[in-house]
């Protein structure tokens, strides 16, 4: 009986750390950074990342959806998130530059069998999900995100999908429709697992950088503006409300992702410029030491691509070359003796001390007057050698193209609440501790509630704790 009895108390233990119980709530997501945050990752992975994701976001790009092109490369932050019935484990890329969810499928061909990460990826089977439904041309979603009815189209016919990159390399599939499982919060630092009916994308064939095992993820997870998104399609479906919030740590890695509306803490907000595919904001002046840097009256407008791109798929921060030479020239202002070495197209150099005791915060001042502090820390970065590498790229020199443009990464992006309100149609920051918490408020009861950091890899150790917990609870019970 006292064997039972030990049995049942662990057994029970087990469960409650093991399962979340409960109901009502915003929707959050693990993320987890690829390098385990950027002091831990080399300058080639920096370069390689944006010099992949680039071949969509600087240079012309096909894609026939109304949405934009996705990087052909594993993105900084990903999330895990379960799919279908039984649900899955997928690993994907938590991209704000991008519109629609998709991972690679059965029957993909080139699709990578396993990623560099260390994590194990996983092929969707729209016949192995009981849920899972094959989305057809003539569906509503399909023609919208056409923007007009398929010619040919009948109803056995597939609604597909093809991207090609700047860099040459593709991705093409079909939608299917599925339940996509996610963590809902009930309870302060509490969740659970609830679904909710998503269309996504079925990658059939990979071409290029997307077949490749370096850094691979079973796919990505969109949260552009675009109707196709995952973000749209649950505010569409009423289950959440058109926002949600991003806090990167590029300490630790991994972070907060959350959904719903975030009271606590409060940030101050600029309007998104209206009509654009990505969260394009008004940069109005750029602040060095407390001097505004004198810029021509036109720099912040860039052609057709108006305003400044936030992207939190994107390491590092662009600026057209008006405005990147004045501002490194501020910078070295303050340590002009430096020897400067160019490696793998940074600027760099060798210094001993601290940065941020020598360089000048630099502040970008948007619309509304809403300003983003760089501290020195940010915007320099140390190679694996020792050196201090500069994070601030010339836009016109790295684009495929040549055209200049502003588009802002992790490197200012990270250590900061981001908060995205597509309701009202504005975006907002504060500088933030990424590894503590945020509060959300439940749309239907109005309660409030405590969302924590998260990572991957130690929810994965928390898992593997609780099962030796079972272990040791039947092992109690058979002596």
Known sequence: MGRRIAFSLLLLLWLFMFFDVGSGGSGILRVHHKFGGRKRSSIGDLRAHDGIRHGRMLSAVD???????LPSDAGLYYAQIGIGTPSKNYYVQVDTGSDILWVNCIQCRRCPRKSDLGIRLTLYDPKGSTSGTLVSCADEFCSSTYDGPIPGCSQEVLCQ?????????????????????????????????????????????????????????????GFGQSNSSMISQLAASGKVKKMFAHCLDSVNGGGIFAIGHVVEPKVNTTPL??????????????????????????????????????DSGTTLAYLPDTAYTPLMNKIMS????????????????????????????????????????????DYLFQNNDGSWCVGWQNSGVQSKDGKDMFLLGDLVLSNKLVVYDLEKQVIGWKNYNCSSSIKVQDDKTGAVYSVGAHDISSASRLELRCMMLLLTAIFIYFL
């Open 273 to 310: 410029v209206p009509n654009q595919a990505h969260y394009n904001v008004n940069l109005k002046a750029i602040e060095v030491g407390g001097s505004f840097l004198q810029l021509p009256s036109d720099v912040f407008d860039t052609g057709d691509r108006k305003g400044t791109i936030i």
């Open 63 to 69: 894609l026939p959806m109304g949405g934009l092109g």
């Open 161 to 221: 999908y093809s991207v090609m990159y700047g860099d040459g390399s593709t991705t093409n599939g079909y939608f299917v429709n599925d339940f996509v499982q996610y963590n809902q919060v009930f309870g302060n630092l509490q969740t659970r697992s609830v679904n909710a009916s998503v269309i996504f994308g079925c990658g059939a064939q990979q071409s290029g950088d997307l077949g490749s095992s370096s850094e691979a993820l079973d796919g990505i997870l």
């Open 334 to 377: 303050y340590k002009p003796n430096l020897n400067l070495q160019t490696i793998q197209d940074f600027e760099c150099f060798k210094y001993a001390g601290s940065v941020d005791d020598v360089f000048p915060l630099v502040k970008l001042h948007f619309e509304n007057s809403l300003s983003l502090t760089v501290n020195p820390h």
